[in-house]
Nanobody, 119 residues
Framework: QVQVAESGGGSVQAGGSLRLSCVASGGTFNNYNMGWFRQAPGKEREFVTAIRRSGASIVYADSVKGRFTIFDDNAKNTVYLQMNNLKPEDTAVYYC????????????WGQGTQVTVSS
């Protein structure tokens, strides 16, 4: 059973930066797509970015392009989300998720970490 656990959330002023981490265990890291999602109060959970093993591609939501960067460290089974130039609208609970490389689904989810950006 794959497990993922996020860390690194916190509070920051607009324009600041945060780095989130997500450690995966219980599976072969490179066999899983790794994604970040977020859910703001009163809103649906939305996709932020992902590393897709099939085709070795990285995708970003338009709202974070140029500001957020996803990268991984295979030796540590960890995926990171570097968030720069944060905006108040980035405030949300951020979730890490893992899905099998040949699937579009994310089956394994972390508990989430809160990111709060003040203006």
């Amino acid at each position: 059973q794959v497990q993922v656990a996020e860390s690194g959330g916190g509070s920051v002023q607009a324009g600041g930066s945060l780095r989130l981490s997500c450690v995966a265990s219980g599976g072969t890291f490179n066999n899983y797509n790794m994604g970040w999602f977020r859910q703001a109060p009163g809103k649906e959970r939305e996709f932020v970015t992902a590393i897709r093993r099939s085709g070795a591609s990285i995708v970003y939501a338009d709202s974070v392009k140029g500001r957020f960067t996803i990268f991984d460290d295979n030796a540590k089974n960890t995926v990171y989300l570097q968030m720069n130039n944060l905006k108040p609208e980035d405030t949300a609970v951020y979730y890490c998720a893992a899905g099998k490389a040949y699937s579009v689904r994310y089956d394994y989810w972390g508990q989430g970490t809160q990111v709060t950006v003040s203006s």
